[in-house]
C-alpha cells in the first residue's frame, strides 16, 4: 500500500557527485522522519543520514561535510546529494520513512528497494 520509489544509484569515480531520491507513494496520511542508511559486504547497515518532517537532519560522521539530505514534503520525497565520494561510500544505500498511514496506528517504517552505489576509478 505504502511503497518507497527510490533512484539514482549508479557508478561514480572518486571525488565525484551522485543524487540519490525516493518517493513515498500510495495511501498515507503524513510522514515523520525519513532517512537514508546504507550496507557495505561484510558490514552492518549504518545510518547515512536523517531528516524530520520540520527539517532536523542528522549525519554519520563519515559523511558531514560531504553528503546533504533534503525532503519536499509535498511530492513525499527525500533527497540525498553525495559529494566527493569516496571508494568506503560504496554501498547498498536504501531510503526509509517513518509513515502514518492509519488514524489508529502509530507510524510504521516503510524501506525501498535499495540501490547501489559503486565509487570506483
Known amino acids: 500500500q505504502v511503497q518507497l520509489v527510490e533512484s539514482g544509484g549508479g557508478l561514480v569515480q572518486p571525488g565525484g557527485s551522485l543524487s540519490l531520491s525516493c518517493a513515498a507513494s500510495g495511501r498515507l496520511l503524513s510522514i515523520n522522519h525519513m532517512g537514508w542508511y546504507r550496507q557495505a559486504p561484510g558490514k552492518q547497515r549504518e545510518l547515512v543520514a536523517s531528516?524530520?518532517?520540520?527539517?532536523?537532519?542528522n549525519y554519520a560522521e563519515s559523511v558531514k561535510g560531504r553528503f546533504a539530505i533534503s525532503r519536499d514534503n509535498a511530492k513525499n520525497t527525500v533527497y540525498l546529494q553525495m559529494n566527493s565520494l569516496k571508494p568506503e561510500d560504496t554501498a547498498v544505500y536504501s531510503c526509509n520513512a517513518g509513515v502514518k498511514y492509519s488514524y489508529y496506528r502509530t507510524t510504521s517504517v516503510f524501506w525501498g528497494q535499495g540501490t547501489q552505489v559503486t565509487v570506483s576509478s
Open positions: 531528516i524530520t518532517s520540520d527539517g532536523s537532519t
